[in-house]
Every structure is written in structure tokens, then in C-alpha cells.
């Protein structure tokens, strides 16, 4: 156990075609049988964190019936545990703003009851597996007021636009942040992850919305970063930010990648999600399977290859899918062709249906379809 506790922003302003039309961006499916929110919750309790915020804003009846009470991960408790925080409930019912400065003022109470010394903010739509006592200890080493967390974005042809890129001194110091740059002078990308003494945190936040702002990194990281030692930890890890059809897509796809999926799924720090007993999958006689991601409870009569199949798939005979995300109890029927697919949920594909996108366009289909 550390003396930290966290605080999920589970709802970021990301729209993501009709893939998050219902849901929230933490509470979409991914891997097969787990959601994004998974991988930063889990972290935060493999690190010894027993008191976790998740503060959703809208489309957040998935992600409350995903999480529940926590048990799965091990937060149902009378001390501490899991709390969902709905911030209409607090300080910004009226006018509430868009920024994180107002979804953490909103949940201010919550914030000062709780007992730890240190608070870890994160956003809910990153795929990773980190250690938080390591960030904590890099924090109190470099006497940090604030500690940011990065990566190094080794692909040069990967856009940056959207997301903030700082500047590190040899002292691990951040020295410049530039939010959405057209041309990033580094690659050190902002992962959304910070660390800080709690009390502090509430003292700029508190300052920050008494001047009517909302944003944290530009109304406060920004603002603040010549008065403040505010130090980067560099993360080495595999990192996934979902923020778009092509980031779902790919890092969806790297899953099937051994090397990348042992990286993230490390057995000594699981990836805790809801658990959904279900029967084995079911293969036909002439069922093929290569290279694929297959979660329980699925029937499988056709040809799969480089492909994630949720619970509850039925695919029929002479059915062929290659390089496709096909989510819960969807069904494709017999003689059907698809390729680089996203499927939603509970989606029907009628008998020798043709579905083809591309690795950089693939096609969406919405929840509940019938094609």
C-alpha cells in the first residue's frame, strides 16, 4: 500500500465515430474482453492504491454497470474502495465547464475526505501497464512539485497534433509544454498522467476555478511552470492512447503482436476486469483459426485469421474474417466475407454479406445493426 490515492477522468472530449455514440471512451471494448478503463485502474491497484475516483461526465451507464463495486479489482471495501463520482453531484451543477479543472473541483469533497498524502490524476482511455510506486519515488527524489509522465514517441511518421509535447532539461525538469502543436520540437508526449501532493492540487484548482478556468495544462501546468518544479518521469512501457479510429484500430491489432501483448499483460501485474463466466468457444470441424484473440462462449464454424473476437461471437460455416475487431454476441452467418471491420456490439451479418474496409479506413458498424 502507498500513500496515494487516484483519480480517473474517465470521459474525455473523444469522439469516436458511433463507437462511442453510448459509452463512454473508458468503457470501450478492447483485447478481447476488457475495456480501456481496465488498464489504468488495474495499474493503480497492482501499485498498492486502495482509494480510486472515477469522475465520468456522460454515456457513463456501461462504464457503471463494467466497474460496479469494484470487487473485481479488489476496491469493494468499507475503508477507501472504488468510487464513481458523478460531478453534476458537486460544486459544478451550475455551469459546469468542459475543462479538468472543473470536473476536479466538482469532486472536491471527495478529494478532501480522503486520507492520503499524494494524488495520481489520469485520464481513462490509456492502454498500459505501469508501477506507480516508481513514479512516486522518482517524485520525492527530484523534490518535484509536480510530476508529469511520458513517452517517447520513437515513430516520426505518427501525428502529434493531438497531443501535448514537452521539453525535459537533463534534470528531468519539464522547461516548455506545447499543447497541440503543429511542429513539435520534441517527442516527448504527455501521457495525461500527473502526480502531486493532494492538498496542493486542491489549492490550484480551487485558485484556477475562482478566476474561471478549466483547463489543467493551460491554465495551470502552463502558467505555473517557471514558479514551479515540475519534473517528468519518463515511462518505457508500451503505451496505447485511444483517442481515434486509427489509434483503437492499431493498438487493437498490436495485441496480436506476442512480444507487445507479454509486455502489457505482465503475469506479476494482471489486467483485473469484470468477469463473465461463460462456456469454452466452440470450434467447428471445419473451423480455422490463425493468429486471433477469442474470448469465451463463442461459436466458431468459418475461417479466422489476424482477427479479436469478443464473448458470444457466432461465426458461421464458409464465413471468412481477416484482420477484424468483432465485439459481444454479434453474429455473422454463413458464407459472409469481411475484412478490416470493427463490429459493435450485437451486430447481425446476413447470410453471404460482403464487408470490406481498409488498415487505415476500416468499417464501422454500429451497435444493434442488422447488415
Known sequence: MINAMGLIMSDKEIHINSLTDKRSISALPFAAKYRLIDFILSSM????????????RQNYSSLMDHLGSGKEWDLSRKNDGLHILPPLMGRGIHGLGKGDVDLIAAVGGFIKRSKQKYIILSDGNMVLNIDFKDVIDFHMENYADITLVYYEE????????????????????VTGLEVRPRRPKTKNVYMNILLM?????????????????????KDILIKKLSQLNICAYRFNGYVGCIDSIDSYYRHSMNMLNEEMREELFNPNRPIYTKIKD???????????????????GC??????????????????????????????????????????VIMDKEVIVRESGRLIGEYNYPMIIAKGAVV
Open 278 to 296: 461463460q462456456v469454452p468457444t466452440k470450434y467447428g470441424n471445419n473451423a480455422y483459426v490463425e493468429n486471433c484473440l477469442i474470448a469465451d
Open 154 to 173: 520513437s515513430n516520426a511518421d505518427r501525428n502529434l497534433f493531438f497531443h501535448t509535447i514537452l521539453e525535459i532539461d537533463n534534470d528531468n525538469r
Open 299 to 340: 461459436t466458431i464454424e468459418g475461417q479466422i485469421e489476424n482477427s479479436i473476437v469478443f464473448r458470444g461471437v457466432y461465426i458461421g460455416k464458409g464465413t471468412r474474417v481477416k484482420n477484424c475487431i468483432i465485439m459481444q454476441n454479434s453474429v455473422i452467418q454463413d458464407g459472409c466475407d469481411l475484412e478490416h
Open 45 to 56: 491497484v497492482n501499485s498498492g492504491i486502495t482509494n480510486v475516483g472515477v469522475v465520468p
Open 197 to 217: 501532493e493532494k492538498s496542493f492540487l486542491q489549492y490550484l484548482t480551487d485558485e484556477a476555478f475562482a478566476r474561471g478556468e478549466s483547463d489543467l495544462v
